[in-house]
């Protein structure tokens, strides 16, 4: 059977991919597992749903509620609230089950279901195959006081928002920033949540109208936000994504600091106040080696895993690290979320600056960059990637010559039938020539 369940939940075209009898069935089913382990037993079933701003959303929304309720879940409607909001507001209110309909940085006309355990968590894998495997079943339907109830939950918004609010313990007065809410679920409680905590916050991309999330904007699209910060002189600014899951910033100068630097800044943040646990953080195999070089020059330990945000925050869970994310923005502080959280990441970040008085240049330069090129090589046998004697005697060479200057990374998609070649290396002309030595050894060797 083919998965539904990808890394982050179920995606698709919204009414193509992902329709509202899929949404109906996956909700149905997801109660149905969750009863049959014993979650509900003793008590009323509870689940919280919660969305982004999508148009596709609201019929999705009523799919979901309507699948819970006909199983027999009690369900509060949260309204437009973040991924992280989701996750928290299920803790909160101990509920049994959290839905969040989004796609994230996904194009407008996409859209996607996450089912979230009991405490925020992520949904175990087997759980999930579970779901998938019961779905089209028959099944005997509660009747009468036995169906579930709904009731819209109308203060998510103000809760999550003292939630983070309430995180740090340095107000930001005098501090003004640009923040990019990416017309999507973070456009009411980003902005309160930074206005509470004291900063001047100018608000871009807050005006949502369920077609124009992620469009030309956010996370994805930096060109708005580098102007906005110009133009209000702001110390910062901030750009989420569509379910503020990840951010990156933008310096006074209008200068992109990416999730490696965000990092590397917690990192040392959390460090100096004695909350780094293990003086350890969490990183995929594609943060820049430039930021593990200077973590390790500021005596602060790297484990670094597989790409996928789910693989940091397993590593994580396993070990009992407080600090992992990606390149790409997405930062999880565990002890204040379950999942990463671009508003959260925005407040301590911040709270860095104000508590030090420098500036996001002075923070980020903790580390350099090195100069990165990623070449995606199509039209080849991926599954051959990691056996290829001659392809892995090329990687071997190229390494030898780069020395500890540099780096090689080479891995086969897991999504598209393509090999990635990326190398980092002193000027971006020596990391050019060496990824394109051995895009074309990959084409050579692993061709159709």
């Known amino acids: 059977m083919t998965r539904l369940f990808g890394t982050d939940g179920v995606r698709g075209l919204a009414n193509a991919d992902l329709t509202a009898e899929l949404a109906l069935d996956l909700s149905v089913c997801a109660a149905h597992v969750l009863a049959d382990r014993g979650e509900f037993e003793g008590h009323r079933p ?47 209110l101990g509920a049994d089950l959290g839905v969040m309909l989004s796609a994230s940085h996904n194009p407008m006309p996409d859209n996607g279901i996450k089912f979230l355990a009991r405490g925020g968590h992520k949904l175990d894998d087997a759980i999930e195959i579970a779901i998938e495997r019961r779905m089209g079943e028959p099944w005997e339907r509660p009747t009468g006081g036995h169906v579930g109830r709904v009731t819209v939950y109308d203060t998510a918004v103000q809760e999550y928002a003292a939630h983070l609010e309430g995180t740090i313990t340095h107000p930001l007065v005098g501090l003004k920033v640009v923040l990019d ?31 124009n999330i992620n469009d030309d904007c956010g996370s994805t699209h930096m060109g708005s936000l580098q102007a906005a910060v110009l133009e209000h002189g702001a110390h910062a600014g901030f750009a989420l994504d569509g379910d503020a899951d990840r951010c990156l910033a933008v310096d006074a100068e209008g200068n992109i600091v990416d999730g490696d630097q965000i990092l590397a800044i917690l990192a040392l943040s959390l460090r100096d106040q004695g909350r780094l646990a293990k003086d350890t953080v969490v990183a995929t195999v594609m943060s820049n080696l430039g930021f593990v070089q200077a973590l390790r020059a500021n005596d602060v330990g790297v484990r670094q895993t597989k790409v996928g945000d789910r693989y940091v925050l397993e590593a994580m869970k396993v070990s009992g690290y407080s600090l992992g994310g990606e390149q790409s923005g997405h930062v999880i502080l565990s002890e ?23 500036s996001l240049a002075d923070l980020a330069s903790v580390m350099t960059r090195l100069p990165q090129v990623l070449l995606n090589v199509g039209g080849v046998d991926k599954s051959r990637a990691d056996e290829d004697a001659v392809l892995a005697a090329a990687v ?40 394109s030595r051995l895009a074309d050894v990959v084409k050579a060797q692993l061709a159709l």
């Open 396 to 435: 071997a060479e190229e390494e030898a010559v780069l020395g500890d200057r540099g780096r090689i990374l080479l891995r086969p998609s897991g999504t598209e039938p393509i090999v990635r070649v990326m190398v980092e290396a002193p000027t971006h002309d020596e990391a050019q020539g060496v990824a």
């Open 46 to 92: 509870l689940a919280v749903v919660g969305r982004d701003t999508r148009i596709s959303g609201q019929f999705l929304e009523a799919a979901v509620v309507a699948g819970l309720a006909s199983a027999g879940v009690d369900v509060l409607l949260l309204g437009v609230l973040p991924t992280p909001g989701v996750a928290y507001m299920t803790e909160r």
């Open 181 to 211: 809410c990416a017309e999507g679920a973070a456009h009411a409680a980003g902005p309160r949540a930074l206005e509470d905590a004291g900063a001047t916050v100018i608000a871009i991309h807050a005006d949502p109208d369920g077609l």
């Open 336 to 358: 204040h979320a379950t999942t990463g959280d671009g508003i959260l990441t925005t407040l301590h970040v911040m709270e860095r600056m104000a508590t030090t008085g420098r």
